[in-house]
């Protein structure tokens, strides 16, 4: 993927409901399929059909969203795959909108064609209006309809306007002599509608507000003035039908303007004119105007896309821009609006990130005064600007550790910020530490000593008594003009945040002792007093970051947290001691909460995105902890959190620290939108506005907090890698603002850099067969970790998986679903990008097969709703099969009809169908075959819901097998001449019994091993039963005997004796011979010879070779084994 191109998930190409309709419509031989169509969905209320209807498909239809079709001259309305109209016009479809049209709730389907536009009404009436002049589009508005002329030269005369029916043109009649009153004088009406006429066809824009009216002009209000709107460059491209808004864009001027829509009185216009002055106030209904309310220019196209979203209750219209080049920022750059100039450096960082894009470099840095050369006069850049500026260049060069883009931060640390704010001095220095730490990200451990100069000055800035400072300086007149001091030394307390979070960036994960040890916290009373206690909460966040491996989610690693001195103050907080009024207590508690809710937010960047359960219960533990110190909201038990800490600290650093925990909270939990969290958060903002003193700072964080436990809809969470938490730490950073235009310590701005610490780590399953998105229970296996050991937990999709680091395994598990298995080797690595060949889940989906017979879990939550045990439950009133007896004995038939409705649930075969009607045939209960008929329902819902369809004609095979050689025995006019089937069924039931001994590796015997065996019994039995036969076999043994008569018994014989051979696997007579001479010859036999044969005649069955021996050895006494 090139630098600065932005991917989107396509998860699937969404296909109208109306291709299907078409396909399944005769179209007219004037209709080309190949014809380009369109299509909009619409919410069913518009129309009032959420209302009506009975069933559970009218709900359905009710709960999803109706769509509109239009090809050529043809409209179609479908909800889902269902057809509600059909329209079908005489010329081609221009454009097809709903609108209320000004008249109530009533909603109306307007379609524009060449010359006239067509109004239908949900309840049948249609009405035609002729359009006078060329009528490019229409849109909906809240009043009406909006209708933009095309500029014409030769404007052709007024048509007047002509009902569709007589009845409507009557109504018409009817409304306007109600609506005139008694007026007489005819001039007066004449002269105005002629005024009226040339003041439309005047109008690039119309309005119309009733089908039975005539478009009327809009008004454009500009200085105070209001003109007919002439202005033809001006092509809508958005209107909202729920706000009287409309944006459109003028080619010409290049540019997006919004206007709104409202109503003018022209009554007293209308007095003017007439000269009697008897007209009454209802003839002249209002007029609309519209006035522009936003304006940009640059885009040499349209906006692709216009939309209406929501901040806050509040409507915010949003342009996507496409083909925007390079250039074009320098377009967004001259307008000198700050919050425009921010936005679009940091973006142009983001698209670009890691790239070091030298164009974009210099964009950049043009904002950075500190890297002119001295001889060029300084430019007056707001120090916002300058701060955006700096993060954005370190999100260009996040990672590469370039030296001079390095030098220059550094030195921007401890500068001034252009200008006279001083108040933003902090904002610019931590900006600065923000930006160095992104570009020497996690290099702290590979830089072999060159971070050393840096590192040294970094210390300085932090207030560590340094002897000389390694860096050399590159320009030192420079530096030493620019830097920020108070006397000799430098302003700590600008440059330490800065420095703190530099250092924590740089050594990220690096797991560096010394770096560690220079961020010390302090232990002594004399040191809490020299370092301020949100400084402490930084190095507690940065100390962490360092040692990432000792992060632990517990409450005895936060405690850990703590010094001794703090936690000795804290201990003794409830006793009455004369010596806790020696000490700071108020110093000891500050620190003690700034380190909780330090070590709370590197408990939240350990484990971002990971949904821990063990972080979400601690962290939720903390900020309810909190929230009852600041105001006692719940009884709480226990001892484990020091109490009363609320009467020595302010309320505003217990909020700030709550709102920090619960930020980190949610970015635990980040896109998981956990219920629990989510009341909590819903408390909160209840509670700030309960109290009626909001502050701006806690809104903000609860709003965040918000955003992060539904992150992209639960499709997105957090990542863990280095990138993300700087991006992370960037975003809570542990200063809330005081208002919207507080930026002295940090850039509100930032808190969007989250967007690129998240990843489309959501998984969703879609069913292979319907193409829909689908339940399924999954098991996921993470590797083992330093935390934990390797682990197999369960998610039902769509869900998020872990990260690509930890992420093992993952298996479709469940009854109702074919399983499968994705292997995976963990890598730290980003998670797959879109588009990526080698990504396993093809872009956040896995094709599932449901099993046949099994509902999905939409349809059956529980599974004890399946439609098998609907069917079931129909078919046989609860009773089972092997109750058929009891079914026959009670005179109670199955329903054939509930039999086809259970094989079609399963399958839509029309074999099986037919299948099933054959069994349920009445008239099959008068024939002796009975027992094959509750067979064939046996095996026939065996195989359907074990989705083994092809199973049934092997069942019914072997089944026949059996049957045909028990009737040969009694019939001398069988058609069964061969033995194949005994071939097959000895292959089956060696296979069978290779499963079941374990010789062979198989997940289970396709047929069932039960009826297998009972084959192989009765077909022995069926051979053995025959006195014939075993004379036959006798004359065969001895002199080889072999009838070639085609006399139907004779044949007959045959066929058995054919049948014993190739069952039994009884050799050719010469064989057998051989055996029984060598057995005489060595052996005076005057028992048994069955074991002497069985070991010469070793693939022969035990029944033959008794059969040989009394052959053989008659004068012998067989012994039956």
Same mark, same amino acid.
């Given at each position: 993927?090139?630098?600065?191109?932005?991917?989107?998930?396509?998860?699937?190409?969404?296909?109208?409901?109306?291709?299907?309709?078409?396909?399944?419509?005769?179209?007219?031989?004037?209709?080309?399929?190949?014809?380009?169509?369109?299509?909009?969905?619409?919410?069913?209320?518009?129309?009032?059909?959420?209302?009506?209807?009975?069933?559970?498909?009218?709900?359905?239809?009710?709960?999803?969203?109706?769509?509109?079709?239009?090809?050529?001259?043809?409209?179609? $309305?479908?909800?889902?795959?269902?057809?509600?109209?059909?329209?079908?016009?005489?010329?081609?479809?221009?454009?097809?909108?709903?609108?209320?049209?000004?008249?109530?709730?009533?909603?109306?389907?307007?379609?524009?064609?060449?010359?006239?536009?067509?109004?239908?009404?949900?309840?049948?009436?249609?009405?035609?209006?002729?359009?006078?002049?060329?009528?490019?589009?229409? $849109?909906?508005?809240?009043?009406?309809?909006?209708?933009?002329?095309?500029?014409?030269?030769?404007?052709?005369?007024?048509?007047?306007?002509?009902?569709?029916?007589?009845?409507?043109?009557?109504?018409?009649?009817?409304?306007?002599?109600?609506?005139?009153?008694?007026?007489?004088?005819?001039?007066?009406?004449?002269?105005?509608?002629?005024?009226?006429?040339?003041?439309?066809?005047?109008?690039?824009?119309?309005?119309?507000?009733?089908?039975?009216?005539?478009?009327?002009?809009?008004?454009?209000?500009?200085?105070?003035?209001?003109?007919?709107?002439?202005?033809?460059?001006?092509?809508?491209?958005?209107?909202?039908?729920?706000?009287?808004?409309?944006?459109?864009?003028?080619?010409?001027?290049?540019?997006?303007?919004?206007?709104?829509?409202?109503?003018?009185?022209?009554?007293?216009?209308?007095?003017?004119?007439?000269?009697?002055?008897?007209?009454?106030?209802?003839?002249?209904?209002?007029?609309?105007?519209?006035?522009?309310?936003?304006?940009?220019?640059?885009?040499?196209?349209?906006?692709?896309?216009?939309?209406?979203?929501?901040?806050?209750?509040?409507?915010?219209?949003?342009?996507?821009?496409?083909?925007?080049?390079?250039?074009?920022?320098?377009?967004?750059?001259?307008?000198?609006?700050?919050?425009?100039?921010?936005?679009?450096?940091?973006?142009?960082?983001?698209?670009?990130?890691?790239?070091?894009?030298?164009?974009?470099?210099?964009?950049?840095?043009?904002?950075?005064?500190?890297?002119?050369?001295?001889?060029?006069?300084?430019?007056?850049?707001?120090?916002?600007?300058?701060?955006?500026?700096?993060?954005?260049?370190?999100?260009?060069?996040?990672?590469?550790?370039?030296?001079?883009?390095?030098?220059?931060?550094?030195?921007?640390?401890?500068?001034?910020?252009?200008?006279?704010?001083?108040?933003?001095?902090?904002?610019?220095?931590?900006?600065?530490?923000?930006?160095?730490?992104?570009?020497?990200?996690?290099?702290?451990?590979?830089?072999?000593?060159?971070?050393?100069?840096?590192?040294?000055?970094?210390?300085?800035?932090?207030?560590?008594?340094?002897?000389?400072?390694?860096?050399?300086?590159?320009?030192?007149?420079?530096?030493?003009?620019?830097?920020?001091?108070?006397?000799?030394?430098?302003?700590?307390?600008?440059?330490?945040?800065?420095?703190?979070?530099?250092?924590?960036?740089?050594?990220?994960?690096?797991?560096?002792?010394?770096?560690?040890?220079?961020?010390?916290?302090?232990?002594?009373?004399?040191?809490?007093?020299?370092?301020?206690?949100?400084?402490?909460?930084?190095?507690?966040?940065?100390?962490?970051?360092?040692?990432?491996?000792?992060?632990?989610?517990?409450?005895?690693?936060?405690?850990?947290?703590?010094?001794?001195?703090?936690?000795?103050?804290?201990?003794?907080?409830?006793?009455?001691?004369?010596?806790?009024?020696?000490?700071?207590?108020?110093?000891?508690?500050?620190?003690?909460?700034?380190?909780?809710?330090?070590?709370?937010?590197?408990?939240?960047?350990?484990?971002?995105?990971?949904?821990?359960?063990?972080?979400?219960?601690?962290?939720?533990?903390?900020?309810?902890?909190?929230?009852?110190?600041?105001?006692?909201?719940?009884?709480?038990?226990?001892?484990?959190?020091?109490?009363?800490?609320?009467?020595?600290?302010?309320?505003?650093?217990?909020?700030?620290?709550?709102?920090?925990?619960?930020?980190?909270?949610?970015?635990?939990?980040?896109?998981?939108?956990?219920?629990?969290?989510?009341?909590?958060?819903?408390?909160?903002?209840?509670?700030?506005?309960?109290?009626?003193?909001?502050?701006?700072?806690?809104?903000?964080?609860?709003?965040?907090?918000?955003?992060?436990?539904?992150?992209?809809?639960?499709?997105?969470?957090?990542?863990?890698?280095?990138?993300?938490?700087?991006?992370?730490?960037?975003?809570?950073?542990?200063?809330?603002?005081?208002?919207?235009?507080?930026?002295?310590?940090?850039?509100?701005?930032?808190?969007?850099?989250?967007?690129?610490?998240?990843?489309?780590?959501?998984?969703?399953?879609?069913?292979?067969?319907?193409?829909?998105?689908?339940?399924?229970?999954?098991?996921?296996?993470?590797?083992?970790?330093?935390?934990?050991?390797?682990?197999?937990?369960?998610?039902?999709?769509?869900?998020?998986?872990?990260?690509?680091?930890?992420?093992?395994?993952?298996?479709?598990?469940?009854?109702?679903?074919?399983?499968?298995?994705?292997?995976?080797?963990?890598?730290?690595?980003? $998670?797959?990008?879109?588009?990526?060949?080698?990504?396993?889940?093809?872009?956040?989906?896995?094709?599932?097969?449901?099993?046949?017979?099994?509902?999905?879990?939409?349809?059956?939550?529980?599974?004890?709703?399946?439609?098998?045990?609907?069917?079931?439950?129909?078919?046989?009133?609860?009773?089972?099969?092997?109750?058929?007896?009891?079914?026959?004995?009670?005179?109670?038939?199955?329903?054939?009809?509930?039999?086809?409705?259970?094989?079609?649930?399963?399958?839509?075969?029309?074999?099986?169908?037919?299948?099933?009607?054959?069994?349920?045939?009445?008239?099959?209960?008068?024939?002796?075959?009975?027992?094959?008929?509750?067979?064939?329902?046996?095996?026939?819902?065996?195989?359907?819901?074990?989705?083994?369809?092809?199973?049934?004609?092997?069942?019914?095979?072997?089944?026949?097998?059996?049957?045909?050689?028990?009737?040969?025995?009694?019939?001398?006019?069988?058609?069964?001449?061969?033995?194949?089937?005994?071939?097959?069924?000895?292959?089956?039931?060696?296979?069978?019994?290779?499963?079941?001994?374990?010789?062979?590796?198989?997940?289970?015997?396709?047929?069932?091993?039960?009826?297998?065996?009972?084959?192989?019994?009765?077909?022995?039995?069926?051979?053995?039963?025959?006195?014939?036969?075993?004379?036959?076999?006798?004359?065969?043994?001895?002199?080889?005997? $072999?009838?070639?008569?085609?006399?139907?018994?004779?044949?007959?014989?045959?066929?058995?004796?054919?049948?014993?051979?190739?069952?039994?696997?009884?050799?050719?007579?010469?064989?057998?011979?051989?055996?029984?001479?060598?057995?005489?010859?060595?052996?005076?036999?005057?028992?048994?010879?069955?074991?002497?044969?069985?070991?010469?005649?070793?693939?022969?069955?035990?029944?033959?070779?008794?059969?040989?021996?009394?052959?053989?050895?008659?004068?012998?006494?067989?012994?039956?084994?």
């Amino acid at each position: 993927m090139s630098p600065g191109v932005r991917s989107l998930t396509v998860l699937g190409k969404f296909k109208p409901f109306g291709l299907i309709a078409e396909a399944t419509d005769c179209k007219p031989p004037d209709v080309d399929v190949s014809d380009s169509y369109e299509y909009f969905l619409f919410d069913p209320h518009l129309t009032g059909q959420g209302n009506d209807g009975d069933g559970n498909e009218a709900n359905f239809s009710r709960q999803r969203e109706h769509e509109l079709f239009i090809r050529h001259n043809r409209i179609i $309305w479908t909800s889902g795959s269902r057809v509600l109209k059909r329209f079908t016009l005489s010329s081609p479809i221009i454009k097809a909108c709903w609108s209320h049209l000004g008249r109530g709730p009533e909603a109306f389907l307007c379609v524009l064609q060449i010359g006239c536009l067509t109004v239908y009404s949900t309840s049948g009436e249609v009405v035609s209006v002729p359009l006078s002049r060329t009528v490019i589009s229409i $849109w909906p508005l809240p009043f009406g309809l909006l209708l933009q002329q095309a500029a014409e030269v030769n404007q052709s005369s007024h048509i007047p306007f002509s009902s569709a029916t007589p009845t409507l043109a009557s109504r018409e009649m009817l409304r306007q002599r109600k609506e005139t009153g008694n007026i007489s004088p005819q001039n007066f009406h004449s002269s105005v509608a002629h005024e009226l006429t040339s003041r439309r066809d005047m109008s690039s824009h119309l309005i119309l507000r009733d089908p039975l009216e005539e478009p009327e002009p809009i008004y454009l209000e500009e200085r105070g003035k209001l003109n007919i709107m002439k202005d033809y460059d001006e092509r809508t491209i958005w209107t909202s039908d729920r706000l009287p808004l409309m944006t459109s864009y003028n080619k010409g001027k290049m540019q997006h303007s919004v206007w709104a829509a409202e109503f003018i009185d022209s009554n007293r216009e209308a007095s003017a004119s007439c000269s009697s002055g008897v007209a009454p106030d209802t003839v002249f209904p209002k007029r609309v105007s519209f006035r522009r309310i936003w304006q940009a220019k640059g885009a040499k196209k349209a906006a692709s896309k216009v939309f209406l979203a929501t901040d806050d209750a509040v409507p915010v219209i949003c342009f996507l821009i496409l083909e925007q080049k390079k250039l074009d920022i320098y377009q967004y750059f001259t307008q000198d609006h700050e919050s425009t100039t921010v936005g679009l450096m940091l973006g142009l960082a983001a698209s670009y990130r890691r790239t070091m894009q030298p164009e974009i470099a210099k964009a950049l840095f043009f904002h950075v005064p500190a890297r002119y050369q001295a001889s060029y006069a300084e430019f007056e850049i707001p120090t916002l600007l300058q701060s955006a500026a700096l993060v954005s260049v370190g999100i260009l060069f996040e990672g590469s550790a370039h030296q001079q883009t390095m030098q220059l931060l550094l030195g921007e640390i401890g500068r001034r910020s252009a200008g006279d704010n001083i108040l933003e001095r902090e904002g610019y220095a931590v900006s600065a530490g923000f930006s160095l730490g992104l570009v020497a990200l996690g290099r702290g451990g590979d830089a072999l000593g060159s971070l050393d100069p840096f590192v040294n000055r970094l210390l300085q800035y932090l207030g560590a008594k340094e002897g000389r400072s390694l860096l050399a300086p590159s320009n030192e007149d420079h530096r030493s003009a620019a830097q920020i001091t108070d006397g000799s030394t430098s302003n700590v307390d600008i440059t330490a945040p800065g420095a703190i979070i530099a250092l924590a960036l740089m050594y990220l994960k690096t797991e560096s002792e010394v770096i560690f040890s220079k961020l010390y916290i302090p232990q002594t009373h004399y040191e809490l007093e020299c370092v301020r206690p949100d400084f402490i909460m930084l190095r507690v966040i940065a100390r962490n970051l360092i040692m990432w491996s000792r992060i632990r989610p517990t409450c005895e690693w936060i405690e850990s947290q703590v010094p001794e001195v703090v936690k000795n103050g804290i201990s003794h907080l409830q006793d009455d001691m004369d010596d806790m009024y020696e000490m700071d207590v108020e110093a000891l508690v500050q620190a003690y909460v700034n380190i909780v809710a330090g070590a709370c937010i590197s408990l939240g960047l350990r484990f971002a995105g990971t949904r821990d359960g063990n972080a979400r219960d601690l962290l939720y533990n903390y900020a309810l902890y909190l929230l009852n110190e600041i105001k006692p909201v719940s009884a709480t038990s226990g001892t484990a959190f020091p109490r009363g800490i609320s009467k020595f600290v302010d309320k505003g650093t217990l909020e700030m620290c709550l709102y920090l925990v619960i930020l980190s909270l949610s970015v635990v939990m980040a896109g998981s939108g956990d219920l629990q969290i989510f009341r909590l958060l819903r408390f909160l903002r209840s509670r700030n506005s309960a109290d009626g003193h909001a502050n701006y700072g806690t809104q903000m964080a609860v709003s965040l907090a918000t955003g992060f436990l539904f992150l992209g809809g639960g499709m997105r969470t957090f990542s863990t890698s280095n990138g993300s938490i700087a991006m992370l730490l960037i975003t809570l950073y542990p200063r809330l603002p005081s208002g919207p235009n507080d930026n002295r310590c940090h850039l509100q701005a930032f808190r969007h850099l989250y967007v690129l610490a998240t990843e489309a780590r959501w998984l969703q399953t879609i069913d292979v067969d319907s193409g829909l998105p689908v339940y399924a229970p999954l098991e996921v296996t993470v590797k083992e970790t330093e935390l934990y050991s390797e682990t197999r937990f369960c998610e039902v999709t769509p869900c998020i998986l872990p990260e690509r680091a930890i992420l093992k395994r993952i298996c479709v598990c469940g009854p109702r679903y074919w399983p499968q298995q994705v292997e995976l080797v963990p890598e730290e690595k980003h $998670w797959w990008s879109f588009g990526d060949k080698s990504d396993p889940f093809s872009s956040g989906v896995i094709h599932v097969k449901r099993k046949v017979g099994a509902c999905s879990y939409v349809d059956d939550p529980v599974g004890c709703q399946s439609l098998l045990s609907r069917a079931m439950h129909k078919v046989f009133g609860l009773r089972t099969l092997g109750e058929s007896n009891t079914l026959a004995n009670s005179h109670r038939e199955l329903d054939s009809d509930s039999v086809d409705h259970l094989v079609s649930t399963f399958s839509s075969d029309p074999s099986l169908i037919a299948f099933a009607q054959l069994c349920c045939d009445k008239t099959w209960n008068d024939r002796s075959d009975s027992d094959f008929k509750e067979f064939c329902l046996q095996v026939l819902f065996d195989c359907i819901s074990k989705d083994r369809p092809a199973l049934l004609q092997v069942y019914l095979s072997l089944y026949t097998t059996i049957a045909s050689m028990a009737d040969l025995l009694v019939k001398t006019d069988s058609n069964v001449c061969d033995s194949l089937s005994i071939s097959s069924l000895k292959v089956a039931l060696a296979y069978n019994e290779a499963v079941t001994s374990g010789r062979l590796a198989s997940s289970g015997g396709f047929v069932q091993s039960i009826f297998l065996a009972s084959l192989g019994k009765r077909c022995e039995e069926i051979l053995n039963c025959s006195t014939e036969l075993k004379i036959n076999l006798r004359n065969y043994l001895t002199s080889e005997a $072999w009838s070639d008569d085609h006399n139907s018994k004779l044949q007959k014989d045959t066929i058995l004796l054919s049948w014993y051979l190739k069952w039994f696997s009884v050799p050719s007579p010469s064989i057998i011979r051989a055996a029984v001479e060598k057995i005489k010859s060595k052996f005076n036999i005057s028992t048994s010879a069955v074991p002497l044969l069985r070991l010469l005649l070793p693939s022969t069955h035990i029944s033959a070779i008794s059969e040989i021996d009394r052959v053989f050895f008659p004068s012998n006494v067989t012994i039956a084994l």
